[in-house]
């Protein structure tokens, strides 16, 4: 995937573009913010010695020390409780859950305290936390493991939702979702983590809560983020083979939605096709939709049509290719929409 446009930082080093995976890329982004404000405290399950079970925060316990990269309990209630107290103290908790299917046990402190403390206490308590969350399918993993539980936290006012899908990105929205004063649930595509980018940590980054267009069409739009991304970019190479000219959209932020560029492009192609891995119903594929078709009813050639995870449990890894949203998907869904 070709690098996201930015603009030279002001006063920035300039230092020569380097290729790295998306895992590194966070492990980079981590590192730079803890090198910037020492009250940047990283926590969760095997974080420290480990380097976490992916090596997101590989090396970092070495050259920060214990107190600044805590190795938990196997508790995500008590993660995220004990980060909610460090916010409150003045800290900045970057707490990680291990896997995306884990973190209901802490779903209470989540939904009833994080997201509730800025707005109960008229503004004068922040909790600047972030919340990091391996999530999706595609690794052939257990049960609890490749879930996609973002809705219930888009769904839930005082909180943000964001979601990488490539290296730069990574680098870059971790350390701005560390430096919000809101609470941001971090959704990092565990599937993607070994793909690579070139990297220019040199370049001014784009604006946290916004959308990307990451390639530009006028046959009909996808809009898409984390995981999902990369297929369909490739349904729009493929597509492209055919005549047929995809714009594709990495929706980033999920709460708040930035659909300002999604309005754009619809009014242009008339169609729109919602791809993700989570299930369809009450998702934000469904909050996409309905605001498309408000916005874009009489620009739109066709229904707005989706390619999503099945609203069942994820299945056994045996069966997940059948389960996620892959390139003959999204083809026929936009098949579909050109032929309505």
């Known amino acids: ?13 300039a230092q020569p573009p380097r290729t790295t995976t998306l895992g590194k890329a966070l492990n980079m982004g981590l590192r730079a913010a803890m090198e910037r404000d020492p009250k940047v405290i990283v926590m969760g399950e095997d974080v420290g010695k480990l380097g976490g079970v992916f090596r997101i925060t590989d090396g970092l316990q070495k050259d920060f020390g214990e107190q600044r990269v805590l190795d938990t309990p196997l508790a995500e209630s008590g993660i995220i409780g004990a980060a909610i107290g460090l916010a409150i103290r003045g800290f900045r908790p970057v707490a990680e859950i291990q896997f995306d299917g884990f973190i209901f046990p802490g779903f209470d402190q989540i939904v009833s305290q994080l997201a509730k403390l800025h707005y109960r206490t008229q503004g004068r308590v922040k909790v600047p936390i972030v919340v990091r969350v391996p999530f999706g399918g595609g690794i052939g993993a257990v049960e609890h ?7 219930y936290f888009a769904h839930t006012a005082g909180l943000r939702v964001v979601s990488c899908s490539n290296a730069v990105d990574a680098y870059w929205m971790i350390q701005q ?3 919000c004063d ?3 649930l971090f959704f990092e595509p565990k599937a993607r983590y070994y793909e690579k980018a070139e990297l220019d940590t040199s370049l001014t980054p784009e604006p946290l809560f916004t959308s990307r267009v990451l390639r530009k069409g006028s046959s009909a739009t ?15 190479t493929a597509a492209a083979e055919d005549g047929v000219d995809l714009e594709v959209i990495d929706l980033r932020t999920l709460s708040p939605l930035h659909l300002g560029p999604v309005f ?3 009014r242009r192609t008339g169609r729109l096709v919602m791809v993700t891995e989570a299930p369809s119903e009450s998702s934000i594929s469904s909050e996409v939709i309905a605001q498309v078709q408000k916005e874009c009813f009489y620009s739109l050639e066709a229904p707005v049509l989706r390619v999503t ?3 069942t449990p994820y299945p056994p890894s045996k069966l997940e290719e059948e389960f996620l949203p892959d390139l003959d998907r999204v083809l026929h869904a936009v098949d579909q929409a050109l032929t309505y």
Not at 1 to 13: C, D, F, L, Q
Not at 145 to 151: G, T
Not at 222 to 236: E, L, N, Q, R
């Open 1 to 13: 995937m070709a690098a996201p446009t930015m603009n030279n930082a002001p006063g920035a080093t």
């Open 222 to 236: 996808i809009a898409t983020y984390g995981p999902s991304v990369k297929v369909c970019m490739a349904a729009a």
């Open 177 to 179: 979702a560390i430096d």
């Open 264 to 266: 754009e492009s619809v």
């Open 309 to 311: 995870g099945f609203d």
């Open 145 to 151: 493991h490749s879930e996609s539980p973002e809705s």
């Open 182 to 184: 809101d609470p941001v």
